[in-house]
Every structure is written in C-alpha cells, then in structure tokens.
C-alpha cells in the first residue's frame, strides 16, 4: 500500500474516531460549565426549586444537589424558544426541573431526542383538533403552556400537572418510538412498572 494510501485510511480512522468522541466531548464541556453555574447561583436556583416544586422541596440535602446538578444538564443540552411570552429565568429552570422529577430514578435522563422545548403562553390550537391543547409531544419538540404549567405545579393536589404529563410522553417516545435515549432498565422493567 502507499504511504499515500496509508495516510488516507488514518485520515478516515481519525475522523471516524472524531465524530464518535464529539458527543461525548460536548457533554464534557457542558458538565464543565454547569459546575461553574452550580457553585455561582445554587442558593438561588434551591430557593426558587424549593418555591415552585414541591418535589424538589421534600428532597434532602444530598437529593436536591443531585436534582439540582441533572436540572443544570438538562436545561443546558436544551434549546428553549418563548412563543408570545418574554423569557424569564424561572421558565427553562422549572420545565427542566419537571422533566428531572419524571426521571429522577433513571440513568439517561435527558431525553435526547428533543433538542427543543417550546415555552407557549397560554392553551393553544393544533391541527386539526377543536380542544385546546395545553401541551404536546411531536416528533420535533415538547410544548408546554406556560399559564398552565405553572398554575398546575402551585395546585399540586388535584393530579392535574401538564410538565409531568408531556414529560412522560416525550419519555415514553425516547424508550420506546425512537429509542434515542432510551434508559435500558426502565426500558426492561416497564412492564413490571405498569
Ligand atoms: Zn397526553
């Protein structure tokens, strides 16, 4: 073979190798930013967990810091766009924090099929269907209503929780329609769950 030959294939290996260690390497250096954020802003982001999710709320020390460092993650890999409504804090912080309270007994918890996470107003229309709709799951997001989320998580009493909801649709499309970011033990055991 030629060196020519010889340079071409570790050419290829080397960016073959690239591409698989990309992902792996992009998780990494957002898990370096989110140490920063975690030791700058955790007493501000506890209180306003501690306010808004009553989960969260319940957890020990050591349980909030683990929700808390999986809420960073979350909200960091995602991407998040405001529709009628002008973007505060608080929103991706708590639609991060639900999606972490569905998951909070798994090994993958990002969802990683959704890249992002629609943040709307108030109830909306969709297709065809005469029902607004308060949330939803489709293939190229997980839309929430904002008006309806967060009066849900105040009234946590009445079963009614449309974060937890679309959460555990868009989990079950993971695990089990696209199986792009599937957990294998919830995968395995969901049966056993049901
Ligand atoms: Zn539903």
Known sequence: MSSGAVNMIG????????????????????????????EERHNDFESLLCRY???FKSLDRPGRERFLR???????????????????????????????????GLEHFLLDHFHTIYIIKDKYRYGLYNMPFEGHVSE???????????????????????GLHEMAHALTYVNFTVQ???????????????
């Open 11 to 38: 050419f290829i290996l080397l960016g073959v190798g690239l591409t698989r260690l990309f992902p792996h390497f992009w998780v990494w250096v957002k898990k370096q930013k989110i140490v920063r954020v975690y």
């Open 70 to 104: 999986r809420v960073l993650l979350f909200m960091e890999m995602k991407k998040f766009e405001y529709i009628d409504l002008e973007p505060q804090e608080t929103m991706p912080l708590l639609v991060s924090a639900a999606a972490v309270q569905l998951t909070f």
């Open 140 to 162: 190229d997001g997980i839309y929430l209503s904002w008006a309806h989320f967060i009066r849900e998580f105040d009234d946590y009493s009445d079963g009614q929780n449309v």
């Open 180 to 194: 792009d970011g599937r957990d294998n033990t919830f995968y395995q055991h969901f049966n056993d769950f049901s």
């Open 53 to 55: 999710n009553p989960y």
